[in-house]
């Protein structure tokens, strides 16, 4: 183990598997159990936790350069490892708008874990992977610096999100998941077992995931692995948006199963689950695992290096019809 393995944190490991009552399932004769992903490390949980593992290991300590959006839990996650290991971190942001701008909760809570945050326009953002680009973001970074992509999602990233579906082989025929940037997607389906299939529901609009995935896919493992699914519905109007439709939902879910429930990635996928099953998507008998990969925000001054954040308190505060994922969705084998 080199110095920079994330199991010095003490991640719990593997995430529980929690069983859930809830008619809207149980009236159609299926179980619906959820990952507990998001109790991983209160700093670094859920599909972050997963995807950097490996990144962090092949950085072995060097400064650490990635990407996001101004709300991005990727660079939060980044950042906040830097504190607790001792890297520096580099978060460059998508909107040079943002930089004279007071920093919303998030990129706060990014700069108060030391990480230095560049402001770059949108067109530039936008061409990061274009290898002149990268070479002059890199100029302007500390020496030797270790590039992670945009959402952490790369051939190690899929590398480690496999474990998430060898620890849920023989436990669900189905497991859904939120997707951003397609990694954990990727992952998860090569991890499970034959008979299982990894179900996704986009955050973006755009149509663009099934091709990542596959391209994920094929950089991590040289080909397709696993069963997988899209469904595009529930987006809930596009990344960092939200609907009055899925707030009402995540409210309800929340007094049903008194869990505070994430609401740009983890509400959008329990919602896409729930009316999937409400208009018989799934066969009675069906086991459904929704992965839960992290809490709602809120942001706190960081803790001493090495502790836990407590866990963030309860906050308090009809998609379009089309055809199921099994008959519409992208897949592959």
Not at 28 to 34: D, H, I, K, S, V
Request: hydrophobic letters at 40%.
């Amino acid at each position: 183990m080199n110095a920079f393995d994330l199991s010095r944190l003490r991640p719990r490991l593997p995430s529980p598997l929690e069983p859930v009552e809830d008619e809207r399932f149980a009236r159609r004769g299926l179980t619906l159990l959820l990952k507990r992903e998001d109790l991983i490390h209160p700093e670094l949980p859920g599909n972050k936790w997963r995807k950097l593992a490996l990144n962090l290991g092949a950085a072995d300590g060097r400064p650490v350069l990635t990407f996001g959006g101004a709300y991005s839990n990727h660079l939060r996650a980044t950042a906040a490892a830097g504190r607790l290991l001792g890297f520096p971190t580099v978060g460059i942001v998508r909107g040079d708008e943002l930089a004279g701008r007071p920093l919303n909760p998030s990129l706060a809570r990014c700069a108060a874990d030391g990480m230095r945050l560049e402001f770059v326009d949108r067109a530039t953002y936008r061409a990061k992977n274009d290898p002149a680009v990268l070479a002059a973001l890199l100029e302007r970074a500390p020496a030797d610096a270790y590039v992670v992509p945009e959402g952490g999602s790369n051939s190690l990233a899929v590398r480690g999100c496999v474990e998430l579906g060898r620890e849920l082989a023989g436990a669900a025929d189905t497991v859904a998941v939120a997707c951003g940037t397609g990694g954990t997607l990727a992952g998860l389906a090569a991890g499970l077992s034959a008979g299982q299939r990894a179900l996704g529901f986009p955050v973006l609009k755009g149509g663009f995931l099934g091709g990542e995935v596959r391209a994920l896919q094929e950089a991590a493992f040289g080909g397709p692995r696993g069963e997988w699914a899209l469904d595009e519905r529930f987006h809930g109007g596009g990344y960092a948006r939200t609907s009055p439709v899925l707030e009402a939902f995540a409210r309800d879910f929340e007094a049903r199963h008194e869990l505070a429930i994430e609401r740009l990635y983890v509400a959008k996928m329990l919602h896409g689950l729930t009316v999937l099953a409400e208009e018989g998507a799934f066969p009675a008998g069906t086991r459904l695992a929704a992965v839960v990969t992290g809490a709602p925000d809120a942001p706190q001054p960081p803790p001493a290096a090495g502790s836990h954040s407590p866990r963030p308190p309860l906050p308090e505060a009809s998609p379009p019809s089309c055809p199921h994922p099994s008959q519409s969705s992208a897949s592959a084998r």
